[in-house]
């Protein structure tokens, strides 16, 4: 049995996902895998991605992979990078596309009328680069990690919870969008902590420690520290 699997459905930089993670947990038996088996098996999963999410489902669907994901969400340490978050929930707008529906809410296309700086300036999407993440709630994930943050980003989607207690962080650009969500075992990010340098790796190491168990409550500036 593996202790963290990660999914392979044929989409994003798994490989560097899996090496972040063997430099803060070098001990550890860490494995890309697409066997359904594997993953359901593992001590821990993340669930990566990069692309479209129309492909996403097509490829879980196709490789068998879907019930594992569900499967793997409901009982361990579950972790959702960027697709893999936005997968968790019920509709994307992209390609008119239906989610696992495993968290409530939907994926929505950042509003171009909206992209606009306070000088007036146009933003462009996608949305790419380091940008600031605030924390909205307290939970053993943040810990190490001072809320305004910095982390790496890329997408032109975003998720719109349906519930406001899953937010977990949040990111202006320009508007505050859901930078990160949180449930029971679940923790799911809309950047890519294996591309955020130290915060990125303090993340993913929180992950490997993590209990799969969630503190709740509000998180003011000081209190996520």
């Known amino acids: 049995m593996a ?7 044929g989409m994003g930089n798994l490989r560097s996902v899996a090496k972040a993670l063997e430099h803060v947990a070098p001990q550890l038996d860490i494995v890309v895998s697409s066997d359904p088996d594997v993953i359901v098996r593992a001590g821990r999963v993340v669930f990566p991605g990069v692309g479209a999410m129309p492909d996403c489902m097509r490829e879980l669907e196709s490789r068998g992979l879907r019930q594992a994901v569900a499967e793997a969400a409901q009982s361990k340490p579950f972790l959702g990078i960027c697709l893999g978050m936005q997968a968790l929930f019920e509709y994307s707008e992209e390609g008119n596309s239906a989610g696992l529906g495993i ?3 939907r994926v929505l296309r950042f509003p171009a009328e909206a992209m606009v700086d306070d000088q007036g300036q146009k933003l462009k999407v996608p949305h790419i680069g380091w940008n600031e993440v605030h924390q909205a709630a307290k939970h053993p994930m943040w810990s190490g990690i001072p809320t305004g943050a910095r982390f790496y980003f890329v997408h032109s989607y975003y998720v719109e919870s349906g519930d406001p207690d899953l937010v977990a962080g949040f990111t202006l650009y320009p508007f505050a969008f859901t930078a990160a969500v949180a449930r029971d075992n679940i923790f799911a990010v809309q950047f890519h902590p294996e591309k955020s340098q130290a915060t990125g790796l303090t993340l993913l190491a929180n ?6 168990r969630a503190q709740s409550g509000d998180c003011g500036a ?4």
């Open 3 to 9: 202790d963290i699997a990660v999914i392979d459905y």
């Open 103 to 105: 968290l409530p809410g």
């Open 207 to 212: 992950f490997v420690m993590w209990d799969g």
């Open 222 to 225: 000081e209190a996520c520290r």
